[in-house]
């Protein structure tokens, strides 16, 4: 399956189910693992066949299966971006070498940011059955939502807050022609390992279950980890708490920076 190529209409003619086996086939192909890149294991049919899901309608449907597999390739092209390899001569090899860490490093940046954004809709429109307006600010109107009384949601305001304090921090430097890695490649430094560069990704990645928990009706088992276990365990007795006010305040606090 998903090997042919087909037109839009064709694309567009197919049913939900079989859609969601295409894309799939797409994330699970063998072909990643050959190539020495980790399969992420996440699957589109896991939320489509959700108890949330299956009570919305077939074109409200679509929307989530094209969100939940755009979300889910951010993450595969994110992990790439990791192991992505450029051919280079014996006599460029340092120059090469420092190029190539910081490509990567911008790129996981960027991607991880990306991942983030699918992961907002995506969890906002199982909640409410709609998406965010055009010209919308997502992370506004996101957070907006978060505080809602009795909104299931709430649980992931930590992930938000951490992908927001990564925007400042990671991503916003690339996007906006402040980028610190031409410093690092003057400096031979950029091959140095950053493992702060992945914190959003690895967070993102970690964050399916809990969504399938909750489309599912079900509570998270467990918190949403943020790479703080003392803070992420704190939010989850908080969030488990029910106290809204408490909640709502804490909330506040964390998108205060």
Known sequence: MGEDKISEDELDATDNATLVEKMDYILESPYWERRGNAIIKLKVGEVFHSTIVQNFDPTFQRKIIYKSFGFLLQLLYTNFA?????????????????????????????????????????????????????????????????????????????????????????????????TRLARQILLSSATDIDNDIFHLYNILRNQWQFILDIANKRKPNGWAASGNAVGDKEWYELWESMDHDAIITEIDRMFSD
């Not at 190539?100 to 991880?112: E, F, G, L, R, T």
């Not at 992961?119 to 709609?130: E, I, N, P």
């Not at 709430?154 to 402040?178: G, M």
């Open 82 to 178: 990791t192991s992505a390899q450029f051919f280079h001569l014996p006599d460029d090899l340092e120059p090469a070498k420092q190029i190539h860490a910081a490509a990567k490093k911008q790129w996981v940046a960027v991607s991880s940011r990306v991942a983030f954004e699918y992961f907002m809709h995506l969890t906002y429109m199982l909640g409410t059955g709609d998406d965010f307006e055009a010209g919308d600010s997502a992370i506004g109107k996101y957070r907006k939502w978060l505080k809602q009384r009795d909104n299931p949601y709430t649980y992931f305001a930590l992930t938000a807050a951490r992908a927001k304090e990564y925007d400042r921090n990671k991503r916003s430097p690339e996007v906006h022609a402040a």
